[in-house]
């Protein structure tokens, strides 16, 4: 034994440390390759018919590519057709309205005591990430609980109300002398129609923005950036929130290329002989543009993930917080403009859902619906995080790999000013997709109420549709009197929020 007993042993733990921290590294590394990365890519206001799988002259190619690699959901159900009450109860787990955010009224704060599903997964050591529009920054300007990095803005709608830079991408904006013309497009390039009370969808003329100035590509830039820099010993999550193909419909001239962006012919709305055809023309090529610009943005945002090695031991799943109504149902909807969302209707509540990862069969469609608000639960059982006893959200994770469809029906529910309705839908035993729908006043809602209209505050209404030989939701089974109809709409009723 030498004299000094310190010195013999301080070199030798001091030859041990650099192997050791080789070992705690590899450690890392190998805990980090057991639990698979998740990355969500989630589009504002992106109706579940409006893909190339639909309407094949839509250019989707991110979402055909994970349908390809992955599952399609073709009725996927948002909590709430409205963008803050949706994206609130998705992270927080929970049917709406029990997480407390009603409206996308700042005064509307989650419950206290609450935990976002975010937060779970950072407790449990998961990097958590997100950039763009989440909705979360109306609630809460601190969000470290929820996320170790993050990049986040307002949507598109916002910057018509404000005079001075709120957010990263405005104050990018204004860096560049670009604000007060980004402030002012809608005014210049969107105009309005006869009979339609909004101006945000006929935006005929392309903004002089730069791509890259644009709203999407910064976002998509940001997450890129939040994707490259993530720790490669520790699994990460990340939530990409683009800001379209919300309204206004302003696209750029570099989307367009050499033409106006209004070349092609798109179908017209359901049942909408009194609107507009030019209009509605302008509105549909715009909102088409819009979708398949972000569509290349997230061909970019999956390479920048394989060139990590991260593609093989990654979820990915493409969605939206709500859908669009386009104009559908304008000739019988008497007290509304059948414009954005606030409906009870599929265009609406209904988005594209498509993800691929470990175990997630290739090429499969599943028609049965699903809740959104479910991949919330299935996201903490994919990254070893347990689920709080009080989610409603119920992981759909065996499903996602090739087992049976559940029977709970997938509700979405909206209370907002003068719009009251809940709605539920699920496969039954002969097969067919039932949907309820129960609504104080006359149903379909739109955003807009028509000039001189009175909407009834009171009195309920009853509808039930068969989704499986009716998509389109035109013949009411309880006006129709089937014999079925009390039944099924009963047991459906049952679950209605």
Known sequence: ????????????????????????????????????????????????????????????????????????????????????????????????????????SKRDAMYPGLTTFYEELKSKGIHTMTAGKDDLTLLKKDLS???????????????????????????????KGLFDRYRTEEMRLCHYVEGIAVRQYTCDMPAALDDDDFIDD????KARRLIDSAPIDQPYFIQVNYAGPHPPFIVTRGMVGNGTGLEREWPLAHRSATLNAEAQQVMRSRYATLIE?????????????????????????????????????????????????????????????????????????VDDPVSILDLASTILEWQNTSVPPHYEAVSIRELMEGGSPHSRPALSTLEYEDHVFSTAQRRFDDGRVYKAVCCVGACPFGRDVREGSVVPTTGWVRHLFDLTADPWEDNDLILSHNSNASSVYQELADSLV
Not at 218 to 221: L, P
Not at 312 to 337: A, K, Q, V
């Open 218 to 221: 910064w976002i998509a830039e």
């Open 145 to 175: 609980n929820e996320f170790a990095q993050e990049a986040r803005c307002y949507g598109k709608d916002v910057v018509t109300n404000v005079v001075k830079p709120v957010d990263p991408y405005m104050k990018m904006l204004q860096q």
């Open 293 to 365: 610009h972000i569509e290349g943005l997230n061909l970019g945002i999956l390479e920048t993930i394989a060139a990590r090695g991260d593609l093989n031991r990654t979820y990915i799943c493409m969605f939206s917080d709500h859908g669009e109504m386009l104009g559908d149902f304008w000739d019988n909807s008497s007290l509304y403009e059948p414009l954005q969302k606030n409906a009870p209707w599929q265009a609406s509540i209904a988005v594209p859902l498509a993800c691929m990862g470990p175990g997630i069969p290739a090429g499969r469609v």
């Open 1 to 104: 034994r030498s004299p000094n007993p310190r010195g013999p042993a301080n070199g030798y733990r001091n030859s041990m440390r650099p192997r050791f921290r080789v070992h705690l590294v590899g450690f890392h590394i190998a805990y980090a390759l057991h639990i698979p990365n998740v990355v969500l890519l989630v589009s504002d206001q992106w109706r579940y018919d409006w893909t190339s799988f639909d309407m094949p002259s839509l250019k989707t190619p991110s979402f055909d590519l994970l349908a390809s690699l992955g599952t399609r959901f073709t009725r996927a159900i948002v909590p709430a057709p409205l963008c803050k009450p949706s994206r609130t109860h998705f992270a927080a787990g929970l049917n709406y309205p029990h997480a407390g955010v009603k409206t996308p």
